[in-house]
């Protein structure tokens, strides 16, 4: 199985700077899509953005333009790193693996323990 461990979280201040990690197990490389993933309090879980392992990016429209993933493969690490953050920000940030055989004959999806991220104004 795919380990994946989140870190970076903790407060900051509207208006400021966040930078998450995600280190995994096994080279980042062999994995299809790393993404990021956020749940505030009451709320579904939701796409923040993800990077492929051809280094395809995308990003949900309320990050998009203030946010990069990018990856360091040496590491087995992604990164997030979003700027100007606002209280909607807050939430639990989680890294996800997702991967799906040439053929399809199989798919996984592993998850981060998630690191909190809490907004202050």
């Known amino acids: 199985q795919v380990q994946l461990v989140e870190s970076g979280g903790g407060l900051v201040h509207t208006g400021g700077s966040l930078n998450l990690s995600c280190a995994a197990s096994v080279s980042i490389v062999s994995i299809n899509v790393m993404g990021w993933y956020r749940q505030a309090p009451g709320q579904q879980r939701e796409l923040v953005a993800t990077i492929t392992n051809r280094g395809s990016t995308t990003y949900a429209d309320s990050v998009k333009g203030r946010s990069t993933v990018s990856r360091d493969n040496a590491k087995n690490t992604v990164f997030l790193q979003m700027n100007s953050l606002k209280p909607e920000d807050a939430a639990v940030y989680y890294c996800?693996?997702?991967?799906?055989?040439?053929?399809?004959?199989?798919?996984?999806?592993?998850w981060g323990q998630g690191t909190q991220v809490t907004v202050s104004s």
């Open positions: 996800n693996a997702h991967s799906t055989s040439l053929t399809g004959y199989w798919t996984y999806d592993y």
